[in-house]
């Protein structure tokens, strides 16, 4: 890469005030502030790329969480891709691709222990590093341990992990995969393109009646992303010894409460009598994941056997958009803010 001139200013997304009800344009600040000047063990980077994803929405609300919120008057942050500028420690090189947990700014100061270094070649944009792959696969391979003839059941499957999900269960052997989503337009998209055989749609009838027609004969696997009714729809028709992966809670992530918990139901006689296991997966407790995902998502891309559906939008000041679509459900996979 040429070398990155550094101006004396740049942008940053703040959070304008808590979040209560719709999130809309309103709730964002787009402020000009100085360069970060990079301290002992820190990088300067120049950001290329980030992320939005419904977890942030639910930091914005005020409510107590047990991860760290976000705060009014202060720059937001998220994953991101960039290019080392400037690295005093030595321990990066300027030109390096790598990934860093301060998007939503187009220059962060990033502590050396919080960037992972990416292979430039290693997938065929460097978009895809900011897939929700490693999530699914990790679920779904380690967690839910997803066995060949296994009819597997993922809600929210037009998000980013549920779009990669599906493909993902299907390359690990399942021999059915149903999925959740909100629209038939997009239900159809996810039978045709993103690897699933039958689909449900919110709104249109209870949930476990269309999951009962879906999969007739029971589920094994679930890749859970939103809780609430699917959660416990899934349960009343697991088989025998199914196996769920807990991942996220859309259903009050993109809600108007924006609250961190999701208050549902769970029959404990089925849990107990079908010997369902419910496991909570989070990526950060697997720091190798990243890199096999990597290897394996950069075959799949390269050979036609997975596609990243993603949303992509330009400059810095359309990452408040971004999240606002996100929540609104108007895009399918990752929808990412290219700087």
């Known amino acids: ?50 992320a939005v994803t419904a977890a942030m929405r639910t930091r914005m609300t005020g409510v107590r969480l047990p991860m760290p919120s976000f705060e009014p008057g202060r720059a937001l942050w998220g994953a991101a891709v960039g290019e080392v500028v400037a690295a005093p420690g030595g321990g990066f090189a300027p030109g390096e691709l790598v990934e860093h947990p301060y998007g939503w700014r187009e220059f962060a100061a990033v502590e050396e222990a919080r960037l992972r270094r990416l292979d430039p ?37 037009a998000g980013g992990v549920g779009s990669l999900a599906g493909q993902i269960a299907r390359r690990l052997g399942a021999g059915r995969v149903v999925g959740s989503t909100g629209s038939a337009h997009k239900a159809a998209r996810l039978r045709a393109e993103l690897g699933y055989d039958d689909t449900v749609v919110r709104g249109a009838g209870p949930i476990a009646e269309q999951l009962r027609r879906a999969a007739p004969d029971g589920i094994d696997v679930v890749l859970d992303t939103v809780a609430g009714e699917q959660l416990a729809a899934a349960l009343t028709v697991a088989r025998a010894d199914a196996r769920f992966a807990l991942v996220g809670a859309l259903s009050t992530q993109l809600g108007g409460d924006g609250g961190a918990s999701s208050v549902i139901g769970l029959d404990a006689g089925l849990i107990i009598t079908r010997r369902v296991a419910l496991r909570g997966f989070g990526l950060h407790a697997h720091p190798d994941l990243p890199a096999e995902w990597t290897k394996e998502f950069g075959q799949g891309l390269r050979d036609g056997s997975l596609v990243f559906p993603h949303a992509m939008l330009r400059g810095i000041e359309q990452a408040p958009r971004a999240l606002c679509e996100l929540t609104q459900g108007r895009h399918i996979g990752a929808v990412l803010v290219e700087i």
């Not at 101006?7 to 009800?21: I, N």
């Not at 719709?22 to 000047?37: D, Q, S, Y």
């Not at 696969?137 to 009819?151: C, F, H, N, S, Y």
């Open 1 to 50: 890469m040429s070398p990155v001139a550094v101006p004396a200013m740049h942008r940053e997304v703040r959070l304008a005030h808590h979040v209560q009800g719709e999130l809309t344009g309103g709730h964002f600040t787009v402020a000009e502030v100085p360069v970060p000047e990079p301290g002992p063990g820190q990088v300067l980077v120049r950001t290329r790329l980030m």
């Open 121 to 157: 070649s290693a997938l065929p944009s460097p978009a895809a590093h900011l897939s929700q792959g490693a999530t699914a696969w990790g679920a779904l391979r380690r967690a839910a341990e997803v066995r060949p003839g296994d009819t597997v059941f993922v809600t929210g499957a």
